[in-house]
């Protein structure tokens, strides 16, 4: 990554929880504008005759004509009913497309063991191992290792995992070695995220055949990998288009 300067490729850490840090914020956007949020509510987009024609949320049809679809890649076609023919390119690469995990194993010791917010660790089972004392304000010594594209780690058992974590943070880290391990718990996201290995379908672009219909994700063809960045650039591309449509 080159830049004007250093800072250009700065790592950050956000201090505080992520949906606090912008779902949070775009609810009270929405709504302070005469929007609506509805949560843990299933929609079905119907299309008809090239177009969007209305959404069905919860047995309540609603007429609209615009839609963006903000669904990961293996939620797209449940997303859609009614005449797919156009789109069934997209769908087809959408199923195609390999989802890889993410297991994150959160440790907590007696005592502090990490001066430092982060610390990469190369060659290693776990990639990265935070402190979520110093990032979060925590009164307890809680460190959380993860591992992207961890097929493999995402086999083993809980107690593997914590055992795995544990040696490698005491390997790593001089502060560690004399401390107890109070406690661990596991977290797997079996499709956290989607697979950039060669032989991958492409990934879409914001725009449909379907009139009214945009995609919006980490997923969609932004020149970024599956991360907030790249969601956020394909949700600024999608409102644009339904803007300008």
């Known amino acids: 990554m080159f830049g004007r300067d250093r800072t250009d490729a700065s790592l950050a850490m956000p201090l505080v929880p992520l949906h606090e840090m912008y779902a949070l914020p775009a609810r009270r956007y929405v709504e ?21 024609a209305a959404i069905d949320v919860r047995g309540e049809r609603i007429a609209c004509r615009r839609v963006v679809a903000a669904v990961p890649w293996f939620g ?53 191992v935070f402190d979520k004392r110093q990032a979060f304000g ?35 880290i001089p502060g560690a070695r004399g401390a107890t391990l109070l406690r661990g718990t596991v977290i797997r996201e079996k499709r956290a995220t989607f697979s950039l290995a060669p032989g991958q379908p492409p990934r879409p672009a914001t725009a449909t055949p379907i009139r009214g219909l945009v995609l919006a994700g980490d997923w969609i063809d932004t020149g ?16 644009e288009q339904l803007v300008n449509w």
């Open 138 to 172: 925590e009164r307890a010594s809680h460190l959380s290792l993860v591992s992207s594209g961890a097929d493999a780690l995402a086999a083993l058992d809980n107690p593997a995992l914590i055992d795995l974590a544990s040696r490698e943070v005491a390997a790593s």
């Open 224 to 239: 970024l990998p599956g991360t907030i960045e790249s969601a956020a650039l394909a949700g600024h591309r999608a409102a």
């Open 76 to 128: 797209l076609r449940a997303l859609l009913a009614g005449d797919l023919e156009p789109m069934e390119p997209i769908i087809a690469n959408a199923e195609r497309l390999e989802s890889k995990p993410i297991v994150t194993v959160n440790l907590w010791y007696d005592r502090t063991v990490m001066d430092d917010l982060f610390v990469g660790l190369p060659g290693r089972a776990m990639q990265w």
């Open 32 to 52: 302070s504008r005469g929007g609506e949020v509805r949560l843990h509510a299933l929609a079905r987009v119907h299309v008809a005759d090239g177009e969007v």
